[in-house]
């Protein structure tokens, strides 16, 4: 069927994610800073905006998120999953250094990914958003809270050192990306975005 003429128009106005210079990418990111999660051969592609503070990405976690990813991770299963990792909710400098508790967090997910993996990810980043207060208090997400929720998901050493030594911190600003700036995705079809944007937190994007 013909796309609406108002989704024509919200497409026209988002320009493709733009490559990130200077930054060395853990293992399962891609250029623009995109956690892969999925069939990297993949027609269906859904991209999601999340800080482990935010409800709204909590909610979205615990209603479709998880089962998505599952899904997704399974072989051959035709879906990709990007997730951006952001830390926009109550860091106080724009170079994340020192990282508050979404930046804290972001750092231990990645850290995950890049020691353990996409499914490892996956485990863990459903217990941050399960371990989560919806209140966004700045001292959640501790290192001893963080390195035992990696330890309890099975996370390896190297995950939890990574973790302590806050390793992938500081990578971006507090505005956008762990790893540069906010991504500015691509619309096209059977290509959808979904969850938060930073600059706009409270607003779900259709």
């Known amino acids: 069927s013909p796309e609406p003429a108002a989704s024509k128009a919200a497409v026209a106005q988002l320009s493709p994610a733009e490559a990130i210079a200077d930054v060395a990418m853990p293992s399962g990111v891609d250029e623009t ?24 990405c ?5 209603a ?8 997704a991770l399974q072989p051959n299963s035709g879906l990709l ?9 109550g860091e106080k400098s724009a170079t994340l250094m020192p990282p508050g508790a979404s930046a ?10 890049d020691k353990d993996g996409a499914g490892a990810f996956s485990a863990f980043s459903t217990a941050l958003f399960a371990k ?16 035992s929720l990696a330890r309890e998901v099975g996370a390896s050493d190297a995950a939890v050192a990574c973790i302590e030594d806050e390793a992938l911190a500081g990578k971006g600003d507090c505005r956008g990306n762990q790893f540069g700036p906010r991504p500015r ?21 259709p």
């Open 58 to 62: 909590q909610k979205w976690e615990q």
């Open 33 to 56: 800073g995109a956690i892969l999660l999925g069939d990297p051969n993949a027609d269906r592609v859904l991209e999601v905006y999340v800080d482990y503070q935010c409800p709204f």
């Open 104 to 113: 804290r967090a972001g750092n231990a997910a990645v850290c995950v990914l």
């Open 185 to 205: 995705p691509e619309q096209r079809a059977g290509h959808f975005e979904t969850g938060n944007r930073p600059r706009d937190p409270g607003r779900q994007v």
């Open 64 to 71: 479709l998120g998880e089962s998505i990813v599952d899904k």
């Open 132 to 147: 989560a207060d919806p209140a966004e208090p700045p001292g959640q997400f501790t290192a001893d809270v963080l390195t």
């Open 81 to 89: 999953v990007k997730q951006y990792v952001l830390a926009f909710l």
